[in-house]
């Protein structure tokens, strides 16, 4: 398939193998470039490294079951009828889901990924402000291409609708907004945010908004809406400047370094010394 700039719909093994003419820049690496290094995004790359294999866990959890039905409906999931994974015919039903992109779900976690996904629409109708309007009159799992100069670039959008794009996460952890905040910057989830609305920005001009619908996979199945504030955002988009740089740069000079070549001296957080100080007045 012959793609140039624009919003698609494709099944997700395509836009995971990378359906850019040359190797593209998508969320997942900015992350692995900013949080890690050029040479762990080579490495997770399916078109710089010839023994990419991308991971097909054995397992489907919840969330992951969750996440295709609120999106797609109840289609997008397979139900097999085994206890495990672990026989041939269960093994051959999840390949064949697969293979229909469609995501397997044994029996036994489908009641709980109902319940979860009711759970999700009931708390988004009755929230407090135009969060209500997530994941509706909208198109789900779209495809961005664009360009930057001479650089392809990707994302693969849950949801996108008139002015916003809206984003599923699901965790077992906790959804409370002041733990996933926090837990989100070292994840690198912000510069989720910043470069899908920097592709949908390039591809049609538009301005909108971004938010997360953040689930827990227990019971309440309790559920928040976090959005980045101005502060966060500006920050987020100058890691992907950032990353669009140094990914110009690796893909020019065709090196990809790891970690600094220098000895690197730890200093101390000052919370440490609070701490140590204290216990020693104990």
Same mark, same amino acid.
Request: aromatic residues 10%.
């Given at each position: 398939m012959s793609v140039t700039p624009g919003v698609y719909a494709m #099944? !997700?093994?395509q836009y995971h193998a990378d359906p850019c003419p040359t190797p593209s820049l998508s969320a997942s690496i900015i992350k692995l470039i900013c949080l890690d290094s050029p040479a762990h995004a080579w490495t997770a790359h399916p078109k710089l490294n010839p023994q990419f294999e991308r991971e097909n866990g054995e397992h489907f959890d919840i969330g992951t079951a969750a996440h295709a039905v609120l999106l797609e409906g109840e289609a997008a999931v397979a139900i097999i009828d085994a206890p495990d994974w672990r026989t041939t015919a269960a093994k051959t039903a999840r *390949? %064949? %889901?697969?293979q229909d992109n469609r995501v397997p779900l044994l029996t036994k976690t489908w009641a709980d990924v109902q319940a979860m996904v009711? !759970?999700?629409?009931w708390q988004l109708d009755h929230h407090a402000d135009d969060s209500r309007a997530m994941f509706t009159d909208g198109e789900p799992e779209q495809t961005l291409i664009w360009q930057e100069d001479d650089l392809w670039c990707r994302a693969r959008a849950d949801w996108i609708r008139t002015? !916003?794009?809206?984003d599923f996460k699901t965790t077992s952890a906790s959804a409370n907004p002041d733990t996933w905040t926090r837990a989100m910057f070292n994840a690198g &989830? *912000?510069?989720q945010a910043a470069w899908y609305l920097r592709g949908l920005k390039r591809i049609t001009g538009e301005d909108v908004s971004f938010r997360y619908a953040v689930q827990e &996979?227990? #019971? #309440?199945y309790a559920l928040s809406v976090i959005a980045l504030g101005p502060d966060a955002l500006l920050?987020?988009?100058k890691k992907v400047l950032y990353a669009l740089e140094v990914w110009r740069s690796c893909l020019k000079r065709r090196f990809w370094f790891g970690y600094p070549r220098r000895t690197c001296y730890a200093t101390l957080p000052q919370w440490h010394e609070a701490w140590w100080l204290e216990k020693e007045l104990r």
């Amino acid at each position: 398939m012959s793609v140039t700039p624009g919003v698609y719909a494709m #099944p !997700a093994a395509q836009y995971h193998a990378d359906p850019c003419p040359t190797p593209s820049l998508s969320a997942s690496i900015i992350k692995l470039i900013c949080l890690d290094s050029p040479a762990h995004a080579w490495t997770a790359h399916p078109k710089l490294n010839p023994q990419f294999e991308r991971e097909n866990g054995e397992h489907f959890d919840i969330g992951t079951a969750a996440h295709a039905v609120l999106l797609e409906g109840e289609a997008a999931v397979a139900i097999i009828d085994a206890p495990d994974w672990r026989t041939t015919a269960a093994k051959t039903a999840r *390949d %064949a %889901a697969r293979q229909d992109n469609r995501v397997p779900l044994l029996t036994k976690t489908w009641a709980d990924v109902q319940a979860m996904v009711k !759970a999700a629409r009931w708390q988004l109708d009755h929230h407090a402000d135009d969060s209500r309007a997530m994941f509706t009159d909208g198109e789900p799992e779209q495809t961005l291409i664009w360009q930057e100069d001479d650089l392809w670039c990707r994302a693969r959008a849950d949801w996108i609708r008139t002015g !916003a794009i809206d984003d599923f996460k699901t965790t077992s952890a906790s959804a409370n907004p002041d733990t996933w905040t926090r837990a989100m910057f070292n994840a690198g &989830t *912000d510069i989720q945010a910043a470069w899908y609305l920097r592709g949908l920005k390039r591809i049609t001009g538009e301005d909108v908004s971004f938010r997360y619908a953040v689930q827990e &996979t227990y #019971p #309440p199945y309790a559920l928040s809406v976090i959005a980045l504030g101005p502060d966060a955002l500006l920050l987020a988009e100058k890691k992907v400047l950032y990353a669009l740089e140094v990914w110009r740069s690796c893909l020019k000079r065709r090196f990809w370094f790891g970690y600094p070549r220098r000895t690197c001296y730890a200093t101390l957080p000052q919370w440490h010394e609070a701490w140590w100080l204290e216990k020693e007045l104990r």
